[in-house]
């Protein structure tokens, strides 16, 4: 099946299960993408740049407004029944599980002026959750997609960027940026989102490793970063140090030539940090500049700068990360780094695709050698942001 019948089959799937489970048909199903960061780590809160893409992994969400105020919601992920709330009471931090992601984004919505009654909603995702893929941001879009258009709200992508992060921050608890859904919202096909954290601008770079016999592989640790909430609110915490005691806005206006002063005015750790952040901003540059000049085969460098500055400066890595990239690099990818916010997740390994089982190969007895739990090992390739699909 090529991937416009998989995903057509896909929305009549979940429509139908919709039906039998809500007794009616779906106003619409609409889906949106997971996403991989191809370089910029903890940029995007610095008011940097981030490159990242949305991938061929989606969630899927059929959606039916109802005439009153109840909203239900079901996964076909795990086996719990539906979840039962009311538009009309939708509080903050009260909610456990996933309904905190689709309810926190009506309760944005409202908070926005608009007027969001109840809905049904089932929901379907191949983006594997807790892998640094942003499973949830893929949620929070396909609903505030779906929500958008059936409610008339008229919402432009940035709306819907700014709205989905206040969802995440104020009602979910999550204190991210807004690369993730950037990526989900504004990808497309074949390109990579380079996004200026300060304004909100996107441009679309060219992104095709297969039209240069690249794959780009995801190997996904395993390990989980749910726990890691309090190293990246103290990464957090020590770029905003650093930004005060540099007396700028945010550490998007140090550069890598005044980074000698810097060390200088900075105690070593936080200096550690910036110099994370001031050389990955750097390197997102340098990364655009070579894909628009000369191509994907030209990054490598990049991305092996990046793991290496997030081992040692950002310490967000971990041994699974950093076996995983080592191993790939030795068996044949041109370049490989860490992905997400860190201390788990996944990895990425830009490979020659006459090399791609080789490595694949080396990684998994790699990571069953060191006594590791076997990691999962996938392709992505830019796709498609969010939008209805049927
Ligand atoms: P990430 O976004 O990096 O994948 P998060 O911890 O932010 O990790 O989000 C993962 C959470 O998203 C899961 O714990 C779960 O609540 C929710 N989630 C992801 N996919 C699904 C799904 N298919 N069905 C229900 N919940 C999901
Ligand atoms: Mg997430």
Partial sequence: MNTTARADAQARDLAARFEET??????????APGRVNLIGE?????????????????ARTALRLRGDSTIRLLS???????????????VPGAVKGWAKYPLGVAWALQRHGLDVPGFDLLLDSDVPLGAGLSSSHAIEC????????LTGAGLSAEDMVRLTQHAENAFVGAPTGIMDQSASLRGAAGQAVFLDCRDQAVQLVPFEAQES????????????????????????ASCELGADVLGVKALRDVTVADLD?????LDPVTFRRVRHIVTENHRVLLTVDALRSQ??????????????????????SCPELDLAVATARAAGAIGARMTGGGFGGSAIALTPARHEQQVRDAVVRAFADAGFTAPDIFTVTPAAGAGRIS
Avoid: C
């Fill in 22 to 31: 809500f007794g009616a048909a779906p106003d619409g199903v609409w889906a």
């Fill in 42 to 58: 903890h940029t995007d809160y610095n008011e940097g740049f981030v490159l990242p893409f949305a991938i061929d992994k989606r």
């Fill in 76 to 90: 076909t992920f795990g086996d719990q029944g539906p979840v039962q709330a009311d538009a009309a009471d939708l």
């Fill in 142 to 149: 396909a609903v505030i997609t779906a929500l958008n258009e």
């Fill in 213 to 236: 016999g690249l794959v780009l592989l995801v190997i996904d640790t395993k390990v989980s970063h749910s726990h890691a909430d309090g190293g990246y609110a103290s990464r957090r």
């Fill in 261 to 265: 002063e810097a060390r200088a005015l």
């Fill in 295 to 316: 191509g994907p085969a030209h990054i490598g460098q990049f991305l092996d700068a990046s793991h290496v500055s997030m081992r040692d400066d950002f310490e967000i």
